[in-house]
């Protein structure tokens, strides 16, 4: 079984399914063909190891062509994209004593909570 994300005009995904392995045809169309046409939206494969498109798409992600990956929504103003894995990074690495910690955004800094 493979996964398959539905985009919507913005790129955004707007539901991901379980499909028919990437390797097998729906009336002589790869999958993501056959599904977005039959749904008529975009349908790009998605997988949960990374493998491809570097994220697991999830709803509200969007899809980035071209960087051909699903990115999560930005979960702070101040955290910025790794371009080579496409997930956010706080600006300030979490501190790998002591915890758990949680981030502040009012004061840019990681703080045990």
């Given at each position: 079984?493979?996964?398959?994300?539905?985009?919507?005009?913005?790129?955004?995904?707007?539901?991901v399914i379980?499909?028919?392995?990437?390797?097998?045809?729906?009336?002589?169309?790869?999958?993501?063909?056959?599904?977005?046409?039959?749904?008529?939206?975009?349908?790009?494969?998605?997988?949960?190891?990374?493998?491809?498109?570097?994220?697991?798409?999830?709803?509200?992600?969007?899809?980035?062509?071209?960087?051909?990956?699903?990115?999560?929504?930005?979960?702070?103003?101040?955290?910025?994209?790794?371009?080579?894995?496409?997930?956010?990074?706080?600006?300030?690495?979490?501190?790998?004593?002591?915890?758990?910690?949680?981030?502040?955004?009012?004061?840019?800094?990681?703080?045990?909570?």
């Open positions: 079984m493979a996964h398959y994300a539905f985009l919507n005009a913005d790129n955004m995904v707007t539901e379980t499909g028919i392995d990437e390797t097998e045809l729906i009336e002589g169309l790869l999958p993501e063909t056959w599904y977005g046409n039959f749904r008529e939206q975009v349908c790009k494969r998605t997988s949960y190891n990374g493998n491809i498109r570097k994220n697991y798409a999830g709803i509200g992600y969007t899809y980035d062509t071209v960087r051909d990956a699903f990115i999560a929504p930005k979960p702070y103003a101040s955290w910025v994209l790794d371009e080579a894995s496409c997930r956010w990074e706080a600006p300030v690495p979490m501190p790998s004593a002591g915890g758990p910690w949680a981030w502040d955004e009012d004061t840019e800094s990681w703080v045990a909570v």
